[in-house]
């Protein structure tokens, strides 16, 4: 049992260093393309926080890439493209929220040990409204879908 418990703490080091030299390697790699006016995007947050509103007239995707760093992408100024968007995931113990306007419908396929949940209410959601459809990866993080931003005060249920 002791032998399985080293090893065991051995893979969780090694699985935690090559997670972070993998985030050192992505923040050299990846080209961010954070203008707010973008209809499709590229957000990293290596190591640090991630702000970002988006203002898009026809917004159709992008990826958002969180290794060890995460926070908020916010596109409740923007308008989704008539064909709708996807938009790509990859989360390494960080993550945060994305928020959207509570009228769009919200499409998830993310996969690991993590993921992405959606808490809005489901009666505010219009189903025949173009879509965003999220894909991709969260290993020991994720995201959250809300309708709030992080600083706004929730409804108080009576």
């Known amino acids: 049992m002791r032998t399985l418990l080293k090893l065991f703490g051995i893979a969780w080091l090694l699985a935690f260093v090559g997670a972070a030299v993998g985030a050192l390697i992505a923040r050299g790699r990846v080209r961010v393309e954070d203008d707010a006016e973008a209809n499709e995007i590229s957000l990293l947050a290596s190591f640090g926080p991630l702000e970002f509103a988006s203002t898009a007239t026809a917004f159709r995707g ?28 990859r989360v390494v113990f960080g993550g945060g929220q994305i928020i959207v306007p509570p009228s769009w419908p919200v499409t998830m396929h993310v996969v690991g040990l993590g993921g992405i949940g959606d808490g809005r209410r489901k009666d505010a959601v219009d189903l025949t409204a173009p879509a965003l459809t999220i894909e991709g990866v969260c290993v020991f993080g994720g995201f959250g879908i809300t309708s709030e931003g992080p600083n706004e005060a929730l409804p108080v249920l009576a």
């Open 62 to 89: 992008g990826a958002v890439e969180c290794w060890y760093g995460g926070g908020v992408v916010d596109f409740r100024s923007a308008t989704l493209d008539p064909g709708g968007a996807r938009l790509q995931v």
